[in-house]
């Protein structure tokens, strides 16, 4: 009987045909899916070089998806198999993600749930508070506490002085007609 005591680890781009199983580990481990299978595979068709796979032994664990938006590039989705969480492949997909990233932009933007506001802040990524409202709910003058780092016509974003769940939660009372969202920005 032969005995295996070693795994083989392999990041690489996802083929054509692996995108399918990517997208049953996104809808598996993420709670909330902001982009939906048919805008993504979009997205992997025009810019295929961003979407990549952490492999064990040829099954896939884990994807990060990503694509250019305005002067960035936009981390979409990332997310490692339950099985496999806690065991920095997480990091390892992102530290790919940037090398890819190096070669033509100079900055990543991230959105993160709730439960990784840590794993991005330990990455050196520093966040800012996307908040999004219908204009007539409110105004630049609500927002006077904080330092308005740039205004979108769906909201503005926002400096942070502290970056947590409790605060995030604090705020989200407060401005409860709005969404709010850490966005955690890296220049690469």
Same mark, same amino acid.
């Given at each position: 009987m032969k005995?295996?005591?070693?795994s083989k680890l392999e990041i690489r781009g996802l083929?054509?045909?692996e995108f399918g199983e990517a997208?049953?580990?996104?809808?598996n481990e993420l709670k909330i899916r902001v982009r939906d299978n048919k805008f993504l595979f979009e997205k992997f068709? +025009?810019?295929? $070089?961003?979407?990549?796979?952490l492999f064990l032994d040829e099954e896939l664990i884990g994807v990060i998806c990503g694509f250019p938006r305005d002067d960035y590039l936009l981390i979409s989705e990332i997310a490692i198999? +339950?099985?496999? $969480?806690?065991?920095g492949f997480g990091e390892k997909l992102i530290n790919e993600f940037e090398k890819i990233a190096k070669e033509k932009y100079k900055r990543i933007n991230a959105g993160a749930e709730d439960e990784v506001i840590g794993f991005y802040k330990k990455l050196n990524y520093k966040p800012f508070l996307l908040i999004q409202f219908k204009k007539e709910d409110y105004n630049e003058d609500d927002f006077s506490n904080f330092k308005i780092l740039n205004i979108k016509d769906y909201g503005f974003e926002l400096?942070?002085?502290?970056?947590n769940l409790k605060e995030l939660n604090k705020l989200r009372k407060l401005?409860?007609?709005?969404?709010?969202?850490?966005?955690?920005?890296?220049?690469?």
């Open positions: 005995m295996r005591l070693l083929k054509r045909e997208m049953n580990i996104l809808n068709k +025009e810019f295929p $070089q961003f979407f990549i796979g198999d +339950e099985r496999f $969480q806690g065991r400096e942070v002085k502290n970056c401005y409860h007609k709005a969404n709010l969202q850490y966005i955690f920005t890296k220049d690469i």
